[in-house]
C-alpha cells in the first residue's frame, strides 16, 4: 500500500495495521525519515516537501510493485508526507515484510533507495539564509544503482 | 498543451501550470524545451541547464525524444528529492 499525505502518522498503529492478521510474517523491516535541524553547517527552520499529484502516487505504486517482484513479502508500505515540516518531523515511512529477515531487509532498504532517486518530490529547506530548493545527492543514485536493473521510467 | 512546473522551476517561471499552444512542428520533448527557451524571460532562464531537468509527458519520465502532442499534460522538475 502506498499514501501521500499532508497529515503525521502514527508509527506503530501502521506497523500493527500492516501486519495484522498474516501469520507467514516472520520478519519486518522498517525505514522511518525524519526533518533534522542542520542541513551542512546551518540550522533548518523547517522543510516543505512538493509533489506531483497523481505522477508521485504512481511511480510510488510502481516502485512497491518491483519490490514485490523481487522479494517475496507479505506486506509492504510506503506513506511520505507533504507540506511543511519542523525539525523532529516524520517524512517518509517505508515498511517490508516477509517470512525471513534478509527479503524484508533487503526490500526496505531497496524501496527507500529507489523512491529517492525515482519517486516525484522535492525539498525546499528554510534556514537563517532564506529558502533554497535540495539539490539532488549523487550518492542517491549510487545508491538506487545498487539495485541493477531497470527503473520504474523504463517500463 | 497542459505545462506544469515544480520547485524552482515554478519560481523562475513563474506559474505552476499553464495552457500553452506550440506549433505542429513541436512534436518531440527536445523541441518543445526549445520553443519554451525561445520564449526568453523565466522560460528562457528556467531551461538554461538542461541537463539538470526533469520532463514527463502524461505521468510518465519522458526521453528528449519521446513524443508531445495538444492534448499531453507535460511537467518540468528539477532532480526529485524526496525521502
Redesign the interface.
Known amino acids: 500500500m502506498i499514501r501521500v499525505q499532508r497529515e503525521d502518522f502514527d508509527l506503530g498503529a501502521e506497523l500493527v495495521a500492516l501486519t495484522a492478521g498474516n501469520h507467514k510474517i516472520g520478519g519486518l523491516a522498517v525505514f522511518v525519515g525524519l526533518v533534522r535541524d542542520v542541513v551542512g553547517e546551518e540550522a533548518l527552520g523547517a522543510m516543505t516537501l512538493e509533489h506531483y499529484p497523481g505522477m508521485t502516487e504512481k511511480m510510488l505504486e510502481r516502485i512497491e510493485a518491483e519490490a514485490n517482484e523481487r522479494w517475496p513479502l507479505e506486506a509492504s508500505l510506503i506513506v511520505h508526507r507533504t507540506g511543511r515540516l519542523e525539525p523532529g518531523a516524520q517524512i517518509v515511512l517505508v515498511a517490508a515484510a516477509s517470512q525471513h529477515r534478509q527479503a524484508a531487509f533487503e526490500a526496505c532498504q531497496f524501496l527507500i533507495d529507489w523512491l529517492k532517486t525515482k519517486a516525484p518530490f522535492w525539498k525546499l529547506e528554510e534556514t537563517a539564509a532564506g529558502p533554497r530548493w535540495v539539490e539532488a545527492r549523487s550518492n542517491d543514485d549510487q545508491a538506487a544503482e545498487r539495485w541493477t536493473g531497470r527503473g520504474p521510467e523504463a517500463e | 498543451m497542459k505545462l ?1 512546473y ?3 522551476l515554478k519560481t523562475k517561471i513563474g506559474t505552476a501550470e499553464e495552457e500553452l499552444s506550440p506549433p505542429p512542428e513541436v512534436d518531440t520533448v527536445a523541441a518543445l524545451l526549445d520553443w519554451l527557451a525561445a520564449r526568453g524571460g523565466g522560460h528562457a532562464e528556467a531551461l538554461a541547464d538542461r541537463n539538470a531537468l ?1 520532463v ?1 509527458v502524461n ?3 519522458a526521453r528528449p525524444e519521446d513524443p508531445v502532442g495538444p492534448d499531453d499534460e507535460v ?1 518540468l ?7
Open positions: 506544469l515544480f520547485a524552482w526533469g514527463a505521468l510518465e519520465y511537467a522538475f528539477p532532480p526529485v528529492t524526496g525521502g
